[in-house]
């Protein structure tokens, strides 16, 4: 049997180890568009790999999984992060679990996993065809067949951008091309006339007018809550003011759930920061009273919050229209309830986007209700399957777009296996 991956990327690969495994008759190769296999792997992570989550402080899939969690939650019955752990540590990379939960090679060095899938693939015999990038993939017959005379074999036809590279045949085609940001970068799935959800960027940083907040670039805040002025899209975490804007996973978690209305706004928004994290205005009021008390003396730019710095809260102060010199004896209640608006709801104005790093993700791609959500095997093309993020699933920052990759790869290579 004929099994052609399209895309070395994460999904692609564990799908082709796996496939080999538990099919060692069947002839896999996998094709890649670019020059090397998993060039995402290598740098996501800040090039340290979070390949998974512990998945400890997760609700519900729906928080971590803004399109797909549905999908998700049923798969991982079957194949989940503890699964994806045990694979990882029985092919010899040892894992460590931070406080945060993410999870990452104990040498924090991404490379790891992209040698350790390589390795695999390499014992396993995959055939891995670089620089191969897929044109179209049409429902064919090879005349040749198995036993030649006559029985043909159903199967798709599988032609290259690139004339020299010659058309293959597939008995089965596992599509793991990952995520497109335009629509376009699908027209090579245009024959088999399915549904997709228009591809939009996910996880990135906002660009912010302010240009007084942009001088403080450097400062981290560990826990705010940021939110979409007028939605009722929010997320907490740790913020970083940047050059551009804020960054951060709460800026990122941000941006995954909101992509869609986003992009659709033209990333024109305006967002509020509690720098508190989950504090009330009228909490941070009683706070800054009671400060108030036990430092009369003290200068308002002297005294501060644990959780700023004192050039965000010199930022603070100066936005309030105070001034930073003055005595806390001297703050009125009016002044009071100023700071404790600012530190609680701070509103500024987004003007566009910013790439997260080489971690680019979209949202959108191929239809969940293309596929049996099972197998993931498409409904109107028996032998295709689609896995990872050529899907419209797409996850926040922390391991889980990775999880997401392994967990489909392996579902979709026991459903091939079971065939």
Known sequence: MQIAIIGAGASGCFAAINIKRMMPQAVVTVYESGNRALAKVA????????????????????SVYPRGGRLMKKLMHWFNHNDTCKWFEANGVKLTTQDDQCVFPASQNAMEIVSTLLRMMNREEVAL?????????????????????????????????????????????????????????????????LKFVEPVPSLFSLCLDDN???????????????????TKFRASGALLITHWGVSGPAILKLSS??????????????????????????????????????????????????YLNSRLWTYIICGCGLNPEIRWADLGRKSYNKLASALTNTVLTVNGKNRFKDEFVTCGGVALDNINPSTLECRNHPGIFFTGEVLDIDAITGGFNLQAAWTTGYIAATAISGR
């Open 43 to 62: 740098v996501t992570g800040g090039g340290r790999c979070n390949l998974t989550n512990s998945f400890a402080e997760v609700k519900n899939m729906d």
């Open 129 to 193: 065809k670089t620089t191969h990038r897929v044109a179209s993939i049409t429902p064919s017959c090879n005349e040749d067949g198995d036993t030649g005379d006559p029985p043909t074999r159903n199967g798709y036809l599988i032609s290259f951008s690139d004339s020299t590279n010659k058309p293959a045949f597939a008995d089965i085609v596992v599509v793991a091309t990952g995520g497109s940001p335009r629509r376009n970068g699908l027209s090579f799935l245009n024959s088999l006339n």
């Open 257 to 306: 759930y909101a992509a869609r209305h986003l992009y659709e706004n033209g990333y024109k928004a305006t967002i509020s920061i509690n720098w508190t994290g989950d504090k009330k205005e009228n909490d941070m009021a009683g706070y800054l009273g009671e400060t108030a008390v036990r430092n009369p003396q003290k200068q308002l730019q002297s005294i501060y919050p644990t």
């Open 212 to 230: 007084t907040l942009k001088k403080l670039t450097g400062t981290v805040i560990k826990n705010a809550t940021v939110s979409l002025t007028g």
